[in-house]
């Protein structure tokens, strides 16, 4: 038996193809917002692969550092390097800001890295050109999505830096790339005042009558101008211990809150972006309910165009089975048409272009297609039953 | 006697009242009536398209109709027993010419090759098998008829039902038509009963079977067909 809907499709493929093509655009989008929920976790994924911590320890009864603000003092980890298990530390911290270069800016996650040598947590654990930061000031290893070159210099606050490393997917949980600098500098960009604030501050304190005893006002202002705490505090716990037991000293002992990495991963996929997620989630509805309806529009009133050879095909003895398969082949051809446009739009002109990471993954594409495919056929019903209800008797005049 | 009503109680119209006709296999008849008459309905009830309400049809000594159906598969004897030629030749326009004419056989279990060799010789012997690959689209009308007469015989109905079959063809075209048929008739051992208003063919016919109000009249043609 020879495929009517193959010969239907031949005869007009025209129509096929363009119909596929617009389908096609719709399912690129479709997948490129799966892809930007996967990119999402992705970068989320990546911020905690490459802190390199296998405990994040943060102010108590917060989700910090990613989450939410925490602060804790920068001498906690001499405590907590001596616990059994924990073979290094490294305090860090964390704000995104805009760096400007000249006339631009770019948005970016800075963090403050502990003085230390390759393979300490919350450094970068590759580069793809230049060394690692080797000044206790004003050098920056970035990543490669800031746009900056080696030998750049850019500004934070008030002061400048020059790029002496390129990193690549070193990317925060909302996809702002991370440029890496000493952990002074970045507590100062995160805590320093401008220079009219310290003079106020100054002032006021001066005045105070409270401070006049000798030496207790240099003390004070002392203790205004030092900064003593970071955001969080990277931990990361030998082979061969448990990492939860390792946290639960910690949380006993020390009363600070200490998220592990699937802790974390909880956080930053089912809190930080589960807001973007849904958001994705529904767009990625609305974008089916509507291939949905196309595919429904196009097939129905495709059909619609064929009543009369509908008719006669029936008169003639075609089965039900053989005309509803026929419009049910169509409606996947055209999906199938769809989905290759779909995944090609996606990866070659959508991702590329798209202004945050997309990632697309062949488990998706292969769901994606899966999903296309029952659209395409749950579509098809309501051209099947038209075409049914089609009365033989039509084909003949009277 | 055949009968149709549709509807019931006061709406009900009787479309068929008494309706008494025999078909001879080789036979070509014409089957005439005014508009309205109730052609279209007999040849639905003939074709097995609509249930009659009462009465009895046979075809080819087989009772299909007896105040009930008799047949299980009606889908199965309208494409095993009964050939259509319509009005319009209603080609299925994304297959070409072949494909057709052998959709029937194929319909019917046949395989592609076997049902295109049939429906080759069958264009072969309507002439039109030079046009055996173009599609429906590219050929005349009087081509495309002869198409959908190929269709209607490429199952060797024992009746072929045709709905005006001369209709949107010229005197000649529409002479060549019947002459076709006639042809086809005589050499298949077909039953054709043709519905139509034409003129120019009425006279063609040896019997002709006048419907007025769901009733038919048989009478003589005057045959000056082609035999």
Redesign the interface.
């Known amino acids: ?2 495929s ?1 809907a193959g ?2 499709i ?3 493929w025209g129509k096929f193809v363009f119909t596929g093509l617009g389908l096609g655009l719709l399912i690129g989008v479709t997948l490129s917002m799966a892809g930007i929920y996967r990119g999402m976790v992705d970068d989320a994924r990546a911020l905690l692969d490459n802190s390199g911590a296998d405990l994040w320890v943060v102010q108590k009864d917060t989700l910090g550092p990613y989450a939410e603000p925490s602060s804790i003092y920068d001498d906690v980890w001499r405590s907590i390097r001596g616990i059994q298990g924990v073979i290094r530390t490294a305090n860090v911290t964390y704000l995104t800001m805009q760096v400007r270069q000249g006339e631009r800016d770019v948005r970016a996650m800075i963090t403050g890295i502990t003085a230390g040598d390759p393979g300490t947590p919350g450094w970068p654990p590759y580069l793809i050109a230049g060394r690692h930061i080797t000044r206790s000031h004003y050098e920056a290893v970035v990543d490669i999505a800031t746009g900056f070159r080696i030998g750049d210099r850019f500004q934070i606050r008030r002061n400048h830096y020059t790029v002496v490393g390129l990193t690549r997917r070193m990317v925060s949980s909302s996809g702002d790339p991370i440029i890496f600098i000493p952990l002074k500098d970045a507590r100062d960009a995160q805590f320093l005042k401008d220079n009219d604030a310290i003079l106020q501050q100054h002032r006021r304190t001066t005045e105070t009558l409270a401070f006049k005893p000798a030496g207790v006002l240099d003390a004070v202002l002392a203790s205004q101008n030092a900064n003593s705490y970071v955001n969080a505090l990277l931990v990361q716990v030998e082979p061969g211990y448990r990492i939860e037991e390792t946290a639960e000293t910690i949380r006993r002992w020390k009363r600070l809150t200490v998220h592990t990495r699937t802790q974390m991963e909880e956080i930053l996929v089912g809190k930080l972006i589960a807001t973007s997620a849904k958001q994705i989630g529904m767009f990625l509805v609305i974008l089916s309910i509507v291939s949905s309806a196309i595919v429904a529009f196009i097939i129905y009133t495709l059909t619609l165009g064929k009543i ?2 509908i008719a ?8 039900n089975r ?1 005309i509803a398969g026929m419009i049910m082949q169509q409606a996947i051809a055209l999906g199938s048409i769809g989905f290759v446009v779909g995944k090609i739009s996606a990866t070659l002109l959508m991702a590329p272009i798209f202004p945050k990471y997309v990632l697309l993954e062949p488990l998706d594409s292969i769901r994606g297609f899966i999903v296309v495919i029952v659209i395409c056929v749950l579509s098809s019903i309501f051209a099947i039953r038209a075409a049914l209800k089609v ?3 039509e ?4 | 006697m055949l009968q149709k009503r549709y509807g019931s109680g006061d709406t009900a119209v009787d479309a068929l009242k008494r309706i008494d006709m025999q078909v001879d296999p080789g036979e070509v008849i014409g089957l005439i009536g005014p508009s309205g008459s109730g ?3 007999l ?2 009830c003939l ?1 097995a ?2 249930e009659p309400t009462a009465g009895r049809m046979t075809l080819g000594g087989q009772v299909i109709y007896d105040n009930g159906w008799k047949v299980n598969d009606l ?2 004897l ?3 027993r009964i050939g ?1 030629i ?2 319009a030749p ?1 080609l ?4 070409d010419v072949t ?1 057709n004419v052998a ?2 056989p ?3 279990g046949q395989s ?1 090759s076997e049902a295109r060799a049939k429906a080759r010789d069958l264009l072969k012997a309507l002439d039109v098998d030079h046009r055996a690959r173009a ?1 429906p689209s590219h050929l005349s009308g009087g081509e495309q008829q002869r198409v959908a007469i190929a ?1 209607g015989l490429v199952n060797r109905p024992p009746v072929i039902l045709a ?2 079959p001369t209709a949107p063809l010229d005197s000649e075209r529409a002479l060549a038509v019947i002459r076709i048929l006639n042809d086809m008739a005589d050499k298949f051992e077909t039953a054709i009963i043709v519905v139509t208003h034409d003129e120019k063919i009425i006279p063609t016919f040896k019997r002709i079977y006048h419907i007025r109000d769901g009733v038919t009249h048989e009478e003589a043609g005057e045959g000056r067909g082609f035999r």
């Open positions: 038996m020879i009517l010969r239907d031949m005869h007009a009369r050879e006669v095909l029936k008169l003639i003895g075609t089965r053989t009365d033989p008797a084909a003949i005049g009277g | 052609k279209s309905t040849l639905k074709g398209v609509i889908r199965a309208r494409r095993d259509f319509f009005q209603y299925i326009p994304f297959l494909d959709l029937l194929m319909l019917a592609n599609m269709r709905d005006e």
